[in-house]
């Protein structure tokens, strides 16, 4: 618990993610919260939020900042706040993945309950090119997949996606896509494991994981655990469909690790190359294209979470 002088509480809403809680919800919320004694603040403006939360909290009176939103909301607050503003996710996008993950509900009375007695916790993040991200990085068909998706959303204008946005853009990239390798080296971990890890791969579809968390349910990483000060790396040697349907059909069976074209590694810091553009997604959001670096940054996210 934070002491009695951390009472301000930050609300951000994301009007753009996902299905979002009615603006009765959230007054609801700004009711419970101030029945609490607590000041409360509901912005809109990822900076304005920022600004405000680095100034409570380096005062000391930042009880918390409640990221209404989906991962790549919680993710871009990550990035733009102080290392330690505790961060309460308050599940509103399209994945949530992040927040069926802490077990938190669309619900103001379990939120504010949670501004009240929640735990927080001290959780690993990864830094890719520079960027803090929370869940896992996609380099390769994933990533060409979200940047169709974000290029539509931009095109269409303000508006919620669903998983539904991502079928034609999925069935364009199966028509398009000629998976480009990817040359990947790491400094494994533990450091016992540095013989056997030594050299390079060469694959065409790379992920690694800071949670053991991915969209449609799909557990490339079911060891990943974001309290070990590790990441974990998930790669596949082949590329185009019947390939991509085979590793898919292993991952749903839990027995992809056992192929003989798939690649799994525990590391502290990865690069990844390619000598044709490749791109990358951090969280769901594009994120750019290779080169990359990757690390790990132990105990870099704080959130406010029911008891875990």
Request: proline fraction near 6%; glycine fraction near 10%; charged fraction near 20%.
């Amino acid at each position: 618990m934070a002491g009695a002088s951390a009472n301000h509480v930050i609300v951000l809403v994301n009007p753009k993610a996902g299905r979002g809680p009615s603006i009765s919800q959230i007054n609801q919320l700004y009711g419970l919260l101030r029945d609490q004694g607590r000041k409360v603040d509901v912005l809109k403006d990822i900076g304005e939020v920022s600004e405000q939360a680095g100034e409570a909290f380096r005062a000391g009176k930042l009880r918390a900042v409640v990221c209404i939103g989906g991962d790549g909301t919680v993710a871009e607050l990550v990035n733009r706040t102080d290392p330690g503003v505790p961060i309460l996710v308050y599940p509103g996008g399209t994945g949530n993945l992040l927040a069926r993950f802490l077990r938190m509900r669309p619900d103001p009375n379990f939120i504010a309950g949670v501004v009240q007695s929640g735990q927080v916790l001290k959780w690993d993040a990864g830094i890719a090119n520079g960027r803090v991200f929370l869940l896992h990085v996609g380099c390769g068909f994933d990533a060409a997949v979200v940047e169709q998706v974000h290029g539509r959303r931009l095109q269409a204008g303000p508006g919620h996606i669903s998983y539904w946005s991502y079928v034609n853009p999925i069935l364009r990239t199966i028509r398009s896509y000629n998976y480009p390798e990817m040359e990947v080296r790491w400094e494994p971990a533990p450091p016992e494991e540095r013989s056997k890890l030594s050299d390079p791969w060469v694959v065409r579809w790379l992920f690694v994981f800071n949670f053991p968390l991915y969209g449609w349910r799909l557990r490339l990483a079911p060891q990943a655990d974001a309290k070990d000060g590790i990441l974990d790396v998930c790669a596949f040697q082949r590329g185009f469909l019947w390939n991509g349907l085979r590793y898919l059909t292993a991952v749903q069976l839990g027995c992809h690790c056992r192929l003989q074209d798939c690649r799994v590694a525990r590391i502290l810091r990865l690069r990844a190359v390619a000598k044709e553009p490749v791109a990358y997604q951090l969280d769901g959001d594009p994120g750019g294209r290779l080169p990359l670096e990757i690390e790990v940054a132990a105990g870099r996210l704080t959130l406010l979470a029911p008891s875990f």
